[in-house]
C-alpha cells in the first residue's frame, strides 16, 4: 500500500494479485500515524487537484449535479467551524439523520475535523426509536432533514443532553433550533483555523446496530476504521481511478460507510449518490445506472432480486463491470439470473457493523454461487463449537475471529455502554460473531445463519437460509421467513412464514405444493412442516427480518396453527 509516514494522495496505488493466495501473503495495510480521513484524505486531495470529481449527486427529483473534493474539504471547514461556536467539541456526540442528501458527507467531514463522535441514524425511525438513541447514546447535537425534524424535536423534549438542534432544508426550523444554512454561514470566519485535534484510536463513530435479537447496540470505531474499507473498495468491489461506484445503503447504516465514502475516495474513484424518498424502484434505479454509466455495483440480494425482474436486456449497462452483494444469503436464481443479463457473476461478502469486510469473493478467485468466499487479509477466521474448539471442514459452527495483539484493521472498540455484552462476544481471544457457517475443502465459506436461527429437528441442524433459498425459486413466494417451533417428538419442526407473490392466495393446496417443491430440490428433512401465510414479514428499521418476533408470536399462537 503505501509507506506508514505518508497517506494516499489523489490515488492510492492499487497492487495487481495473481491468486487468492498472493493476495494473503502479500497485501499489507500500513497504518499512518495520527490519521484522520478528513484531513488526510480529502483535504490533501484538494489541495493537489482541487476539481477532483468526488460525487455524481441525484436528487430525489432526479436533478443531476457532480462535487469535487475542493467543495467537501471547504464546506466541512465552514461546518467544523460552526458547530465550534456552538460548542460542540472533541468527544461529542452528534446525531445524523439526511436521508442521501449531500450534507450527510460535508457534516460528517466537518465532525470528524472537529475531533465530535458521528451518530448516523436511518429515516425509518419512530419518536421511541428517536428517544431512546437520545438518551442511551449521550448525544449532545442532532443535525436533521428538515422531514424529520418534528419527530426529532418530540423526542428531543425528554432528553436534556441535546443542546444543539440543526435543520437541513425547510423554510422555518423549529422553535430552538438553528438553521444549517446560518450554522455554515457562522463558520466563515473561523473555517482556516480549524486543526486536527482527534486522529487513530480516538472515537469516530457510533453506530446503533439494528437489533434483530434485542435492544440496539451501540457499536464503537475509531478513526483508523476508515481504512478498514480500502480492502472492501479497492479489491472487492475492484475500484479504478474515475470508476463510478454505487452502493445501496441508508446513510443511517454502516453500509454507507462500506461503500458511499472512505474506500472509493481512497481508490480515486466517484461515489454515485441517488437521494431517492420513497418505496426502492428498480426500473428508475437501472434508468439511472444506464444513464450515468455506472461501473461498479453493490447491493443486498434483495435489490437484485427486484432487479431481474425487470427486463433488464433494455438498460444499457454496458459500462457495468463489477457487482458486489452482501447483507443476506445470494440465493442461485438470483445469481444465475443476473448472469444471464449481463455477463456478469455477483461477488458475495460477509462482514459485520462490528467490522470491516471479513470475508469476500474477490475478482481474482472463482466464484462459487452461494458462498460468502474466503477470509480477508488481517482477518483470521476460524469456526468454533460451542467449546471454543475449532471444527474440520464441512462441520458447521460459530464464525469466530481470533485476536492477536494487534487487532484487524478496521475492528470495533466494543459496545460503548456495555462492557458485559463486550466481554461476552470478546473472549479468550477471539470475537464471536454470533453467525453460523461451515467451510468446503477449498476454503470457501458458506453462510448458515445466526447462532439464535438455526433449528435442530430430529438430530439434523438446519439453516433457515437454505430452506428460504428454496422457497424463493417457487413463483409464489416473494419472501419468506423460515424459524423453528417446539416439537415433543423431533425437538424442533421447521416452520416457514411466507408473503405470497401477485396473483397468488393461501390455500392447503398452496401449502402441499411449497411442501413438495422443497422436498424436491433439497433434503426431506428440511421441508417445512407448517406454512403461515401473511401480509409482511416483521423487520427491523434496515429492512432485517426480525425471526425472534416471528417465535415470540409463535410461542402464543402454535396450538391455533395446523401441521400438516
Known amino acids: ?29 500500513d497504518v499512518p500515524a495520527h490519521f484522520n480521513f478528513a484531513f488526510d484524505v480529502v483535504d490533501r486531495i484538494a489541495a493537489e487537484s482541487p476539481t477532483r470529481r468526488a460525487m455524481i449527486h441525484v436528487d430525489d427529483g432526479e436533478a443531476r449535479r457532480a462535487y469535487d473534493f475542493r467543495f467537501f474539504s471547504e464546506e466541512s471547514s465552514l461546518l467544523a467551524a460552526g458547530l465550534a461556536k456552538q460548542g460542540m467539541a472533541k468527544g461529542d456526540r452528534v446525531v445524523l439523520m439526511l436521508y442521501r442528501r449531500v450534507e450527510f458527507w460535508t457534516c460528517l467531514l466537518a465532525l470528524h475535523k ?82 486536527k485535534t482527534a486522529s487513530g484510536s480516538d472515537p469516530l463513530f457510533v453506530f446503533f446496530s439494528s437489533g434483530t435479537t434485542g435492544a440496539p447496540k451501540m457499536v464503537q470505531h475509531d478513526h483508523n476504521y476508515a481504512l478498514g474499507h480500502c480492502v472492501t473498495a479497492m479489491y472487492w468491489h475492484d475500484l479504478r481511478p474515475d470508476d463510478i461506484h454505487l452502493t445501496i445503503a441508508d446513510s443511517g447504516w454502516a453500509k454507507a460507510a462500506w461503500g458511499k465514502l472512505y474506500g472509493q475516495w481512497v481508490a480515486g474513484a466517484t461515489v454515485f449518490v441517488y437521494d ?22 453493490c447491493a443486498p440480494p434483495t435489490v437484485y432480486r427486484l432487479m431481474i425482474h425487470q427486463h433488464l436486456k433494455q438498460y444499457d449497462l454496458s459500462a457495468l463491470r463489477q457487482c458486489t452483494s452482501a447483507g443476506e444469503l445470494l440465493n442461485r436464481d438470483i445469481f444465475d439470473a443476473w448472469k444471464k443479463a449481463t455477463g456478469l457473476s455477483l461477488y458475495e461478502g460477509y462482514g459485520q457493523t462490528e467490522t470491516t469486510l471479513q470475508i469476500a469473493t474477490f475478482p ?27 471444527v474440520p471442514v464441512g462441520q458447521e459452527a460459530e464464525i469466530c475471529i481470533r485476536l492477536g495483539k494487534n487487532h484487524p484493521l478496521g475492528f470495533f472498540h466494543g459496545y460503548d455502554g456495555d462492557p458485559e455484552l463486550t466481554n461476552s462476544v470478546i473472549r479468550n481471544g477471539y470475537y464471536h460473531t454470533g453467525d453460523k457457517a461451515y467451510v468446503d475443502a477449498d476454503g470457501y465459506y458458506w453462510f448458515l445463519g445466526r447462532n439464535d436461527d438455526l433449528i435442530k429437528s430430529s438430530g439434523y441442524r438446519i439453516g433457515p437460509f437454505e430452506v428460504e433459498s428454496v422457497l424463493a425459486t417457487h413463483p409464489a413466494v416473494r419472501e419468506s421467513a423460515v424459524t ?24 392447503e393446496e398452496l401449502v402441499q405444493e411449497l411442501q413438495d417443491h422443497v422436498k424436491s430440490i433439497t433434503a426431506g428433512y428440511k421441508y417445512p412442516r407448517i406454512i403461515e401465510f401473511v401480509e409482511e414479514l416483521p423487520k427491523t428499521i434496515s ?7 416471528i417465535r415470540a408470536r409463535d410461542a402464543l399462537t402454535y396450538p391455533t396453527v395446523k401441521r400438516s
Open 1 to 29: 500500500m503505501w509507506p506508514a509516514s505518508e497517506v494516499p494522495a489523489t490515488v492510492m496505488q492499487k497492487e495487481s494479485f495473481a491468486s487468492y493466495d498472493d493476495f494473503i501473503r502479500r497485501y499489507r495495510a
Open 114 to 195: 472537529l475531533g465530535a463522535v458521528a451518530v448516523p441514524l436511518p429515516a425509518k425511525v419512530s419518536v421511541k426509536d428517536i428517544e431512546y438513541r437520545l438518551q442511551f447514546g449521550r448525544i449532545k447535537g442532532a443535525i436533521i432533514d428538515e422531514s424529520m425534524a418534528d419527530k426529532v424535536d418530540k423526542a428531543r423534549a425528554t432528553c436534556p443532553t441535546v443542546q444543539l438542534a440543526v435543520q437541513v432544508g425547510g423554510s422555518r426550523p423549529p422553535k430552538g433550533w438553528i438553521d444549517f444554512g446560518a450554522l455554515r454561514a457562522s463558520g466563515q470566519d473561523g473555517a482556516g483555523s480549524i486543526r
Open 276 to 297: 431517492f424518498r420513497g418505496k426502492f424502484d428498480a426500473h428508475k434505479f437501472l434508468e439511472l445506472m444506464a444513464r450515468h454509466r455506472v461501473t461498479t455495483f
Open 364 to 390: 481474482f478467485m472463482k466464484v462459487k454461487p452461494g458462498s460468502m468466499g474466503r477470509p480477508c487479509p488481517d482477518w483470521d477466521v476460524v469456526l468454533l463449537d460451542e467449546r471454543d474448539e475449532p
Open 484 to 507: 423453528g417451533l417446539p416439537d415433543a417428538v423431533r425437538g424442533q419442526i421447521v416452520k416457514a412464514t411466507v408473503v405470497l407473490a401477485p396473483g397468488y392466495a393461501p390455500s
Open 543 to 549: 429492512g432485517k427480518i426480525r425471526r425472534a418476533e
